[in-house]
Nanobody
């Protein structure tokens, strides 16, 4: 069993930055891939970013490429989502997810464990 707890959401002005954190517990953190997804009101959950279990490969949605990064700290069982140059369309509930087995990085159904989500609102 893996427990994931997100933090760091909030209200930010357009062009601003936020860093989300996802603390993991329960299994060897370094052995699974980590991803971030988001869901805006009335929309489906969508892929944002992911990092492989070795930490050497990263994957990003086109909409966030060049603005978001996904650092991970295996020593502290934490993955982050660094969000820069935020836009109003980035407003959503952000979820972190852990994938134990091999599979796609881009599809929510490939992930085994989910956090509770944290709200990010980009507005002036």
């Amino acid at each position: 069993q893996v427990q994931l707890v997100e933090s760091g959401g909030g209200l930010v002005q357009p062009g601003g930055s936020l860093r989300l954190s996802c603390a993991a517990s329960g299994r060897t953190f370094s052995s699974y891939a980590m991803g971030w997804f988001r869901q805006a009101p009335g929309k489906e959950r969508e892929f944002v970013a992911a990092r492989s279990w070795r930490g050497s490969s990263t994957y990003y949605a086109d909409s966030v490429k060049g603005r978001f990064t996904i650092p991970r700290d295996n020593a502290n069982n934490t993955v982050y989502l660094q969000m820069n140059s935020l836009k109003p369309e980035d407003t959503a509930v952000y979820y972190c997810a852990a994938r134990i087995n091999s599979g796609s990085y881009y599809y929510a159904h490939a992930y085994d464990y989910w956090g509770q989500g944290t709200q990010v609102t980009v507005s002036s």
